[in-house]
């Protein structure tokens, strides 16, 4: 299961202001690293794997990881749908060659 920084915050009841204190940051590194976690030190982040007993692997890093996933699965849509208005538009050019050639046929 993956968790954000927040989630393993409030499950804890812990406030920013409150882990902000044991971590011997600022409740505004707290807030940021919430808001985006891509470029977290790697000494709170053992902070936190330490504290809630999660793996990296566990922790969610954050909006820069989500746009990453994002923009590649928006790329495949737009790779399947460019591919999709090609086979379209084949389909249609044969379509209209068999109404020609069918046309000249008869």
């Known amino acids: 299961m993956q968790w954000t920084l927040e989630a393993l915050r409030v499950a804890a009841g812990l406030t920013q202001k409150e882990l902000a204190e044991e971590f011997d940051v600022s409740s ?6 919430e808001n ?9 982040l053992k902070k936190y794997m330490t ?5 990296f692997d566990d922790i ?3 909006k820069k990881y989500e ?3 994002y923009y590649f699965f928006l790329q495949q849509v737009r790779k399947e749908q ?9 389909v249609e050019r044969k379509k209209n060659w068999l109404n020609q050639f069918s046309l000249k046929i008869h």
């Open 28 to 33: 505004q590194t707290i807030a940021r690293l």
């Open 36 to 44: 985006d976690s891509s470029n977290i030190n790697v000494a709170i």
């Open 51 to 55: 504290k809630f007993h999660v793996s």
């Open 60 to 62: 969610f890093l954050g």
């Open 67 to 69: 746009n990453f996933v």
């Open 82 to 90: 460019t591919w999709n208005q090609n086979v379209i538009r084949i």
